[in-house]
C-alpha cells in the first residue's frame, strides 16, 4: 500500500555529476552498475550455517502452503523518522512477538513484514546495523510463532533510491543490489519460511501516469523493462550470497504491482539460477469503487463477484496454468464502510476464489478501522488490534480462513 506522503529530497543533479566523476575513477561496482557512492564496504553476514529446509517443492505447491496472510503495515514500512523510532511513527505500536502468536492461533500461516530501508542507512547504502537487528528480531519472532514470512523493499521508490526511469538507472540497480546483497548476507542461513520480495509497487511515483499500467504508455513500457532488469540483479545479487539463498523463493513485481503490468507482455521473469523458485506478486483493492474509493460503492454487486473472478482467473491462466509459477495477491482489502455485511462477501468471494487456483492473499492493515465523522472511508483498513491481540471484525477473519479450509 501506498500512503502519500511530502518527502523532502536533496539535490539529485549534485549527486549525478559525483556519480559522473566516481565512474571515471573508481571500478565498477556490484553487478555490472556503476557506483555513484564508492565502492560497497564489507558487509556483515552471517557465517555461513544454514537451517535444516526443503526447497524441494515446486514453487507452485510451496505457495500453497501459504494459504492467508497478513501484513504488518504501518509499521517498519514508516518513514516519518530516522533510527528505531520509525518503527512507531506512523501511529502503530511497537511490533511484540505475542502479536505473531495472535496471528497464528487467528488462522493465518503467513505474515509480510514490508520494510522501509532509505532512511536507515548511510550515503553509501549500508543499512545501520540497530534497523538489521531489529528487522531480524522481528522476523525470528514471527518465524517461531510457526508462520511464513516475506521481508521486501517497501517505501524506498524515491529518485535519491531507486525511480523507474532512464536518468536514474544505474543509481537504482546500485541500490536495489546493495540492499539485498546486505539482506541476504544476514538472513542467508534462514530455511525456506523466509521469502525475500524484491520491490512493493515500483512505478514513476508523482507523475500523471503513476497507476494503471496501460501497455500504450511508452514511460510504462520504459519502467517495466528497468525494474525487470533490476530484479534480475537482485536474484543474481541473493543467490551469491549463498547457504539458503542459493534455493529460497523469491517473488517478483510488475510495474506498481499492477495486474495489468504482470499480464502484459512486456512484462519477463528474471532467469534464475535456481530451478522453480519463483513468484509472481500482484496487489489488487478489487473493484476500486468497493474497495478503496471514498463514498464509492458499499454494496458488494455481482458485477464486483466478475470483476475479482476475472482477474483472478487471468492470473491463473496466464501463470499457474500456463507458465507454471504460482501467484501471491502481497496486498488486498476492502475499506470500512460501515459495510460489514457485504465486505464479509466480499472477503469470501475473493480468499475463495484465489484459493481454488493455489494463490495466497494477505490482507492488508494499517490499523485504521474507525470511520471519522466526515464519513472518510479512505484507508481504513484495521483488522487486527495488535495490542490485543484480537479482531476488529471477527467475521471478516472468518470468512478469510474458511476460505482455505
Request: proline share 4%; with cysteine.
Amino acid at each position: 500500500m501506498y500512503m502519500k506522503r511530502t518527502i523532502t529530497t536533496k539535490t539529485f543533479a549534485s549527486r549525478m555529476a559525483l556519480s559522473f566523476f566516481l565512474a571515471l575513477l573508481l571500478p565498477l561496482g556490484l553487478g555490472s552498475c556503476a557506483s555513484s557512492t564508492g565502492p560497497a564496504p564489507e558487509y556483515r553476514a552471517a557465517p555461513i550455517a544454514p537451517q535444516t529446509a526443503n526447497f524441494e517443492l515446486s514453487a507452485i505447491d510451496f505457495v500453497k502452503q501459504l494459504k492467508a496472510g497478513w501484513n504488518l503495515g504501518n509499521t517498519l514500512d514508516a518513514t516519518g523518522a530516522a533510527g528505531l523510532g520509525a518503527e512507531t511513527s506512523w501511529g502503530q505500536p511497537k511490533t511484540t512477538k505475542d502479536m505473531f502468536t495472535g496471528l497464528k492461533e487467528g488462522g493465518f500461516g503467513v505474515v509480510r513484514i514490508p520494510i522501509s530501508w532509505h532512511r536507515q542507512m548511510d550515503n553509501a547504502f549500508t543499512i545501520d546495523e540497530a534497523w538489521m537487528d531489529r528487522v531480524k528480531e522481528i522476523v525470528d519472532w514471527a518465524l517461531e510463532a510457526g508462520l511464513y514470512v516475506i521481508i521486501n523493499t517497501h517505501h524506498d521508490n524515491h529518485k535519491d533510491y531507486y525511480f523507474p526511469d532512464a536518468e536514474h538507472d544505474a543509481r537504482s540497480q546500485e541500490y536495489l543490489v546493495r540492499v539485498w546483497t546486505q539482506v541476504g548476507l544476514v538472513f542467508r542461513n534462514y530455511s525456506e519460511k523466509l521469502i525475500f520480495e524484491f520491490l512493493n509497487e515500483p512505478r514513476r511515483a508523482g507523475m500523471p501516469n503513476e497507476w494503471n499500467w496501460n501497455d500504450n504508455d511508452s514511460q510504462h513500457r520504459e519502467a517495466g523493462e528497468l525494474i525487470a532488469k533490476w530484479i534480475q540483479e537482485a536474484v543474481k545479487a541473493v543467490r551469491a550470497t549463498g547457504s539458503n539463498n542459493e534455493n529460497r523463493y523469491l517473488m517478483v513485481t510488475g510495474y506498481a504491482a499492477d495486474v495489468g503490468a504482470a499480464m502484459s507482455p512486456h512484462f519477463s521473469l528474471p532467469k534464475d539460477s535456481a530451478t522453480d523458485k519463483l513468484i509472481v506478486s500482484c496487489h489488487a483493492y478489487t473493484p476500486y469503487v468497493f474497495a478503496m474509493q471514498s463514498p464509492g460503492q458499499k454494496e458488494f454487486t455481482a458485477q464486483h463477484e466478475r470483476e475479482i473472478s476475472s482477474f483472478l482467473k487471468r492470473l491463473n491462466d496466464k501463470f499457474i496454468d500456463g507458465l507454471k509459477v504460482p501467484v501471491i495477491i502481497g496486498e488486498y482489502g476492502a475499506t470500512n464502510k460501515n459495510n460489514l455485511e457485504e465486505r464479509e462477501k466480499w472477503y469470501r468471494h475473493y480468499a475463495g476464489t484465489a484459493a481454488s487456483y493455489g494463490m495466497s492473499t494477505i490482507v492488508w492493515d494499517n490499523g485504521n478501522y474507525e470511520i471519522p465523522r466526515n464519513n472518510n472511508y479512505s484507508e481504513l483498513y484495521g483488522f487486527y488490534n495488535r495490542t490485543k491481540q484480537d479482531w476488529y471484525f471477527p467475521t471478516l477473519l472468518q470468512a478469510i480462513v474458511e476460505a482455505y479450509e
